[in-house]
């Protein structure tokens, strides 16, 4: 059965005001189409969780759709601050942020002991860290098997993941290469889980590949098939991240009246995503156009 839908049915079916929304990519294959679809259905009082925020949150929570931020390394890629977070946090303008944060890799093990089913998913990295002390949901256990103690986090389990993806079948069962962050385990922690992908391809093309399948169709709700949906980030093979647009968003994030605007023009000033795509031209791409690099085939066998 064909999992295919649109991205405005895709936000429509799944994503309520007050959930805890995952949407990652770990600096490759963020789903920013899925975020300027959530700004324009105008959810609110979402509860959003990212390994490194990145310019995606700022936006949803300059779009007014976000009032608490589960995340990591609180920053634009490399590229600079994010200012409106910064306004939200520091001087609670126009209205407090509520933040919760781990390292990345306290991160992981949350989506871990979500994707697994663990009341808590123990780690080594926070010894000698601040963070135990501003995060009273990162707690210090007793070792059950034996002396000391050990760092534990509570495990994450959003009611709908967001990730993006080079391709799927109609089906679902997705296929990524390059940095693939934790698109699995947060798709395996949610209790919806919804794929945006550049292309659809033929089940024979996923299943002479399997390896490359990272997301199964049992754990996919929804595919959302759209070509450059994680603009301005990059996706490996496909094109390359927007340096310059990262750049720019510093100088737009800094000022909330520029920032306002841009939301205005890019993305409520859109119908979808396909409109965001023709605003930018179709010029636009011949600095992000990446060359082929094909990797070798690979002989899986079979019995003869």
Same mark, same amino acid.
């Given at each position: 059965? @064909?999992?295919?839908?649109?991205?405005?049915d895709?936000?429509?079916? =799944?994503?309520? +005001? &007050?959930?805890?929304?995952? $949407?990652?990519?770990? @600096?490759?294959?963020?789903? #920013?189409a899925?975020?300027?679809?959530i700004?324009? *259905?105008?959810?609110?009082?979402?509860?959003?969780?990212?390994?490194?925020?990145?310019?995606?949150?700022?936006q949803?929570?300059?779009?007014?759709?976000?009032?608490?931020?589960?995340?990591? #390394?609180?920053? @634009?890629?490399?590229?600079?601050?994010?200012?409106e $977070?910064?306004?939200?946090?520091?001087?609670? +303008?126009?209205?407090?942020?509520?933040?919760?944060?781990?390292s990345?890799?306290?991160?992981?093990?949350?989506?871990?002991?979500?994707?697994?089913?663990?009341?808590?998913?123990?780690?080594?990295?926070?010894a000698?860290?601040?963070?135990?002390?501003?995060?009273?949901?990162?707690?210090?256990?007793?070792d059950?098997?034996?002396? %000391?103690?050990?760092?534990?986090?509570p495990?994450?389990?959003?009611?709908?993941?967001?990730?993006?993806?080079?391709?799927?079948?109609?089906?679902?069962?997705? *296929?990524?290469?390059?940095?693939?962050?934790?698109?699995?385990?947060?798709? =395996?922690a949610?209790?919806?889980?919804?794929v945006?992908?550049?292309?659809?391809?033929?089940?024979?093309?996923?299943?002479?590949?399997?390896?490359?399948?990272?997301?199964?169709?049992?754990?996919?709700?929804?595919?959302?098939?759209?070509?450059? %949906?994680?603009?301005?980030?990059?996706?490996? %093979? =496909?094109?390359?991240? +927007?340096?310059?647009?990262?750049?720019?968003?510093?100088?737009?994030?800094?000022?909330? &009246?520029?920032?306002?605007?841009? $939301?205005?023009?890019?993305?409520? %000033?859109?119908?979808?995503?396909?409109?965001?795509?023709?605003?930018?031209?179709?010029?636009?791409?011949?600095?992000?156009?990446?060359?082929?690099?094909?990797?070798?085939?690979?002989?899986?066998?079979?019995r003869?």
């Open positions: 059965m @064909s999992k295919v839908v649109s991205m405005a895709a936000v429509g079916m =799944y994503v309520e +005001d &007050g959930m805890t929304v995952c $949407l990652e990519g770990f @600096s490759h294959l963020i789903s #920013f899925a975020a300027h679809e700004i324009r *259905q105008g959810r609110q009082n979402l509860t959003l969780c990212r390994m490194t925020p990145d310019i995606v949150s700022d949803l929570v300059a779009a007014g759709c976000v009032t608490k931020l589960v995340a990591s #390394f609180f920053a @634009s890629g490399s590229a600079g601050s994010l200012h $977070l910064r306004r939200r946090i520091e001087h609670h +303008d126009p209205v407090a942020l509520e933040v919760e944060e781990y990345h890799y306290g991160m992981v093990c949350r989506y871990q002991a979500g994707a697994a089913g663990l009341p808590f998913f123990p780690l080594r990295s926070y000698g860290s601040d963070l135990p002390r501003l995060n009273p949901r990162i707690r210090l256990v007793d059950p098997y034996g002396d %000391g103690t050990v760092y534990v986090v495990p994450l389990n959003p009611d709908v993941t967001i990730v993006h993806a080079q391709r799927a079948d109609r089906h679902g069962n997705v *296929q990524i290469w390059g940095i693939s962050g934790v698109q699995q385990e947060a798709v =395996y949610a209790k919806k889980a919804i945006v992908v550049e292309e659809i391809v033929d089940d024979d093309v996923v299943r002479s590949d399997p390896n490359r399948t990272l997301i199964p169709s049992h754990a996919v709700d929804a595919v959302v098939v759209c070509p450059r %949906g994680a603009h301005p980030s990059y996706v490996q %093979g =496909y094109y390359d991240r +927007d340096c310059a647009f990262y750049r720019r968003w510093t100088a737009i994030s800094k000022d909330s &009246g520029l920032l306002q605007a841009w $939301l205005k023009e890019w993305v409520h %000033g859109t119908a979808n995503h396909d409109e965001y795509l023709d605003k930018l031209g179709g010029n636009y791409w011949d600095d992000l156009a990446v060359a082929p690099r094909l990797s070798e085939p690979v002989d899986y066998g079979s003869k």
